[in-house]
């Protein structure tokens, strides 16, 4: 029998609790061995809940305790949550976590660790939820150099611009309804500003890389200036807009950006709607390789939580090889990147088109029924450094967005 213990009896860790629970049977077997939950911290008492005859409030009953092989980290932050890692990975314990703030920030220095302990520091659910990602980069795509991951990789973001293009409506309306139905926080910054995408996209940077990919220094733009009149234009060019984050290799430098994109139904991310990501990896060797599920949620997230711990029972003494090193890989500047560019701007197209193209170069452009005053544009491709000095010579812009294929 293997002992863990959860820390964190919020969403993330009652499902945790839930599955093992649920599929004790099949689990046990694809592991090898009976899990055994022996604690669960959570600051709250849970009375008429089963669990709370294994809640314990104090972290330290659990690093002292040798029964414990397996820490499950579920509670979400930084802090305390790397203390408490960090100190279970010294004590011979081994970490599964769904935390990609901590990932992001710590990763490759408590992946160090558990190495160090010939223990396992293992993050499945940090990103895409139940989508499994981090195993395939790390095992199945190794023979590959990778050239790209770009990915759909929140959900609230998605389904907030899903809803747009579908009904019509604006930000702050769909907003409004996603915060109803649970899919956006109170404060929903982290996502609709695409903070909670750009950690994400730095752990797969890293992991594809294999160095540390700061997530400061990723570019990252949120969909809060995404219009109505925006995904009018969008259809009317062919396109749809998603938040994506993505990292290229293009000539020997990597690129890495977070920002609102307009693709087309060329691009396998067209068609990924509501709360689901997707998640693109292209590879030297493999070429094209698309994930595709449900990334957030209680169950999903806790199930990828679960194969972590199945994965860490059967490797009890043994480290699973993680190539992320702690040497920091320096990003390519933005400002070199090169793509096209969706612009709308104040006027008439008749009136307008030509000074368009003596700035930007030749346009394809577009006015639509029941928006006046407005018309919209897309460039040719152009760095981003040539599109801003463009930009300031033509007045009355009210929005860009990237344009991909």
């Not at 959570?42 to 305790?65: S, W």
């Not at 660790?113 to 659910?125: C, G, I, M, S």
């Not at 577009?366 to 040539?386: P, Q, R, W």
Request: proline share 2%; net charge negative; hydrophobic share 40%.
């Amino acid at each position: 029998m293997v002992n863990i213990a959860v820390l964190g009896y919020g969403t993330v860790g009652s499902g945790v609790v839930e599955v093992i629970n649920t599929n004790h049977e099949s689990i046990n077997k694809k592991a090898g061995q009976e899990i055994n939950i022996k604690y669960v911290l959570d600051l709250r008492d849970f009375p008429g809940d089963p669990v709370q005859e294994k809640i314990v409030h104090d972290y330290n009953i659990i690093l002292n305790d040798d029964e414990v092989s397996i820490v499950v980290e579920v509670m979400g932050g930084v802090e305390p949550a790397y203390t408490f890692v960090k100190s279970a990975l010294e004590r011979g314990k081994s970490v599964a976590t769904s935390n990609k703030e901590l990932v992001a920030k710590h990763g490759s220095e408590l992946i160090a660790l558990a190495k160090q302990k010939n223990l396992n520091f293992l993050f499945e659910a940090s990103v895409g939820g139940g989508i499994p990602i981090i195993r395939p980069l790390n095992q199945s795509l190794t023979a590959d150099e990778i050239c790209e991951i770009t990915g759909i990789l929140n959900g609230t973001t998605n389904f907030i611009l899903t809803k747009m293009r579908q009904e019509g409506s604006e930000f702050d309306d769909v907003l409004k309804e996603a915060q109803a139905l649970g899919y956006a926080e109170r404060n929903p910054a982290a996502d609709v500003e695409g903070y909670d995408a750009c950690r994400k996209i730095a752990i797969l940077s890293s992991l594809a890389y294999g160095s540390q990919v700061d997530y400061e220094d990723i570019y990252t733009e949120g969909i809060t200036k995404i219009t109505a009149k925006d995904i009018a234009f969008a259809e009317r060019f062919g396109y749809t807009i998603k938040l994506l984050g993505s990292s290229k290799r293009v000539d020997g430098h990597i690129y890495c950006m977070v920002a609102p994109t307009m693709i087309s139904d060329a691009n396998p991310l067209y068609s990924v709607n509501g709360v689901f990501n997707g998640i693109f990896v292209n590879g030297n060797v493999l070429g094209d390789v698309m994930f595709y599920g449900s990334g957030a949620g209680k169950l999903p997230t806790a199930s990828a939580v679960v194969s972590d711990i199945v994965d860490e029972v059967k490797h009890l003494h043994t480290n699973i090889m993680t190539t992320w090193s702690s040497k920091k890989l320096e990003l390519a500047d933005i400002s070199s990147s090169r793509k096209r560019f969706y612009v709308r701007a104040e006027g008439r197209l008749t009136e307008r088109q030509e000074e368009a193209e003596a700035v930007f170069g030749p346009v394809v452009a577009a006015e639509l029924d029941g928006i006046s005053g407005e018309f919209a544009f897309i460039t040719e491709v152009m760095s981003e450094k040539e599109y801003e000095e463009k930009a300031q010579k033509f007045h009355g812009i009210l929005n860009r967005i990237r344009v991909d294929k």
